[in-house]
């Protein structure tokens, strides 16, 4: 399986950007798949989550009511919403696909991690 971010950019205070994340696998729909970000000298951080099916999402407290995971499983596509974007959210972002039980947010329960898309936001 092989992710591929994109959508990345730099924004200013207050804006918003679209992050996609697409697959290669043909079992894409099978998996929960998650985004997390990355600042330098950091862990990577939980944003959002999202089960197969696309029912039930998850998120991490710093960008819930502004961001928003969805998925299209025909197009085997994962996406971020991001709204209202502050400059805390200046991070790489990653897509990856969760293969592992546990609470959806954990770094260690993902694996097939995208390369990476910068977002900067400027105050």
């Known amino acids: 399986v092989q992710l591929q971010a994109s959508g990345g950019g730099l924004v200013q205070t207050g804006g918003s950007l679209r992050l996609s994340c697409a697959s290669s696998?043909?079992?894409?729909?099978?998996?929960?798949m998650g985004w997390f970000r990355q600042t330098p000298g950091k862990e990577r951080e939980f944003v959002a989550a999202?089960?197969?099916?696309?029912?039930?999402?998850y998120y991490a407290d710093a960008v819930k009511g502004r961001f928003t995971i969805s998925r299209d499983n025909a197009g085997n596509t994962l996406f971020l919403q991001m709204n209202s974007l502050k400059p805390e959210d200046t991070a790489v972002y990653y897509c990856g696909t969760r293969v592992y039980s546990g609470s959806f947010k954990k770094a260690d329960e993902y694996d097939y991690w995208g390369q990476g898309t910068q977002v900067t936001v400027s105050s």
């Open positions: 999202i089960r197969w099916s696309g029912l039930t999402t």
């Open positions: 696998g043909r079992a894409f729909s099978r998996y929960a």
